[in-house]
């Protein structure tokens, strides 16, 4: 196999969960592909257009007009079939037809997982960025798409209070995250929330309606309850019922954010984390950085192996729920 900084053509793709900033992300990559003088593919669907070939040019103008749209020009698809030997020995060849010698992967931990064994089996140079807006991902402070998600959480909760105060109701307010609490917390913090529900913690339904209990001690009848979408507990509308048939108290609604989180245009802090990641990616993989995640510690670019963040995870901090529970009072 040629030196790695012998790159002369990249390939570039979207996998797994669309997240508001992958587009950010493409254009970075893209443009800095070409201020290095080289060559830049956008393969479509991620791993299932690498399979069908569905593989295209992009120049610089390509990416134009992008950076403010959510969402992924790449589009992105799960592929049973690269999970199999034969399908990854199809893009492989794909690959090597279109004369791609360096990948840039976007996407969350099954991303990263699809490329450390392509990478290993065919020695391919590869780049994984970290796009999910769950903000589990190990090695990295923060995710692509994790601060936009959680803004249109935040402006959710902040409506939903108003009607809340108006006629004295509790909500309960699903958010995504199937196995992180990272968007309920730090909106729940942000909206003010008097509960919150985490994959990640121990709180039992009974130290929710005691929780409760408390603000009808003290007459309070309008409050919100953020919940993680994949809360040990259940959902929200397991959790208004259970509540309801202990308590005639409260006047119970259920919201429900949904996929309205993965959407939208990202903040300006996910397009500038998305851009500098971009630009690190292709810097990287030029200079004999291989099968690396490109992360952001303590406002810094750093790159992580993939057994580093593979089948790792991102934490909660205790200190922030520690926080959450002080003001939930």
């Known amino acids: 196999m040629e030196e790695i900084n012998k790159i002369q053509r990249l390939g570039v793709f979207t996998s797994g969960g669309d997240a508001p900033g992958m587009n950010a992300a493409i254009r970075a990559v893209v443009r800095t592909g070409i201020y290095y003088q080289k060559e830049v593919y956008g393969i479509m669907r991620g791993y ?3 399979i069908e070939d569905d593989i295209v040019k ?6 134009g007009n992008i950076l403010q749209r ?5 589009k992105t698809a799960r592929s049973t079939a690269f999970r199999t030997k034969e399908g ?5 060849e794909n690959l090597k037809k279109n004369g791609i010698d360096g990948l840039v992967g976007i996407g969350g931990d099954g991303t990263f997982t699809g490329l450390y064994h392509f990478s290993n089996e065919f ?6 960025l970290p796009g999910t807006i769950d903000n589990d991902i190990a090695g990295t402070d923060y995710t692509i798409g994790f601060d936009t998600a959680t803004n249109t959480a935040v402006q959710a909760i902040d409506r939903i209070r108003d009607t809340a105060l108006s006629h004295n109701r509790l909500f309960f307010i699903e958010v995504m995250g199937r196995n992180s609490g990272y968007i309920a917390l730090n909106s729940g913090i942000a909206g003010g929330a008097g509960a919150i529900i985490l994959p990640e913690e121990k709180m039992t339904f009974d130290d929710l309606y005691q929780l409760l209990g408390a603000g009808k001690e003290t007459s309070k009848k309008s409050n919100l309850v953020v919940v993680a979408e994949g809360s040990k507990l259940g959902g929200a509308n397991e959790l208004a019922r259970k509540i309801s048939e202990r308590s005639d108290y409260f006047d119970i609604k ?4 949904g996929h309205q989180q993965r959407g939208g245009s990202p903040t300006y802090f996910d397009r ?4 500098k990641m971009g630009v690190a990616a292709v810097e990287g993989l030029l200079n004999n950085q291989s099968n690396v995640m490109v992360g952001f510690r303590e406002n810094k670019i750093v790159y992580n192996s993939y057994d580093a963040v593979i089948n790792h995870r991102h934490e909660i901090e205790e200190d922030a729920l520690r926080i959450a529970k002080i003001l939930s009072i």
């Open 254 to 257: 259920v919201t429900i954010l």
């Open 272 to 275: 500038v984390l998305a851009s």
């Open 48 to 50: 299932e257009g690498m």
């Open 123 to 128: 020695g391919i140079p590869t780049v994984c």
């Open 70 to 74: 959510g969402g992924t020009i790449l």
């Open 58 to 63: 992009l120049g610089a103008r390509s990416v």
């Open 88 to 92: 990854r020995v199809k893009a492989f």
